[in-house]
């Protein structure tokens, strides 16, 4: 990871234990190719394959006026873990959704898993969005579905088959330690499995991308600490993670690398201790 150091808007769309198989972890290692990767017009020839995330010299400014990111340089490797830190209203959401395309820079360009995602529309835009696990502070759940349904959802949704999304259910629901759970509705569980259901959304698909917004924000250290093991489990076994959050006190326990955004500037921080 380096770093040094908005358009328009537009709307967006996933363990703890060891049983993830191996099958599982080949497919977030060497990911089921995608149309997404398979469209040329997605991969700009101009970004170096080692780097998940680029940012160059990205500025976002809200259409009130509102800098939430001014000159922001960032390089995030294949396979590396990243905190982003910083107060609340400090640009650590926004920094986030410009990686998903759920909003776009007003100057800079954002380069992701080889895409100029500002480039991305329609389509080509929901592709790119399938190979990025997101996870946010409030869950999204459905909560008129169970734990399993809000799961298989994903991959209803892009046209997995059956056999397929029953092959991908079990070991997603055993790495989050819902398998049990798997006929619950969300209601029936806590805050903690809610959010193991919102990563086991987020991963099913085997994303090699995971972005997380203040997954642990409504959560205690226990849970909290839950799914940052998860989400380090997911980093081992090969995909690119980036979290946002403002607990000093779990990055400093996670011992990852850190970068802190202060008035929408970008600073590196060594690791917290
Ligand atoms: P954080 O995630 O660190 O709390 P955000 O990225 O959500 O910060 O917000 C950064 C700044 O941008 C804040 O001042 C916030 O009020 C502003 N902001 C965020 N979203 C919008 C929006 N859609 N329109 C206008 N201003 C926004």
């Not at 226990?222 to 993670?241: C, E, H, P, R, Y």
Request: aromatic residues 6%; hydrophobic residues 35%.
């Amino acid at each position: 990871m380096r770093e040094q150091g908005s358009r328009g808007s537009r709307g967006a769309g996933e363990q703890g234990e060891k049983t993830f198989t191996q099958s599982t972890v080949n497919r977030l290692t060497n990911p089921v190719t995608t149309a997404a990767q398979n469209d040329s017009a997605t991969q700009p020839p101009n970004c170096s394959s080692s780097n998940m995330v680029q940012l160059r010299s990205v500025t976002k400014t809200y259409g009130n006026g509102c800098h939430a990111l001014l000159d922001v340089n960032l390089e995030v490797k294949q396979k590396e873990f990243l905190f982003v830190t910083g107060p609340s209203g400090s640009g650590k959401s926004t920094l986030l959704k410009l990686l998903y395309g759920g909003e776009l820079p007003t100057q800079g360009e954002v380069i992701v898993n080889e895409c100029n995602v500002s480039s991305l529309r329609g389509d080509r835009l929901s592709l790119f969005r399938r190979r990025i696990g997101i996870i946010f502070q409030d869950y999204k759940l459905i909560y008129q579905r169970t734990v399993a349904e809000n799961v298989t959802f994903v991959l209803e949704a892009q046209g997995y088959t059956r056999k397929e999304i029953q092959r991908r259910l079990e070991p997603t629901l055993k790495l989050v330690g819902l398998l049990a759970k798997a006929d619950c509705f969300p209601d029936q569980l806590s805050g903690g499995e809610q959010q193991r259901v919102s990563i086991a959304r987020a991963i099913v698909a085997t994303p090699p991308l995971i972005l997380a917004d203040e997954p642990t924000g409504n959560l205690d250290p226990d849970n909290s600490w839950q799914v940052m093991q998860i989400l380090q489990k997911l980093n081992s076994f090969g995909a690119t993670v980036i979290v946002t959050t403002h607990d000093e006190q779990l990055v400093r326990r996670c011992n990852k690398p850190v970068v802190q955004v202060r008035n929408g500037r970008l600073y590196r921080q060594s690791v917290v201790k």
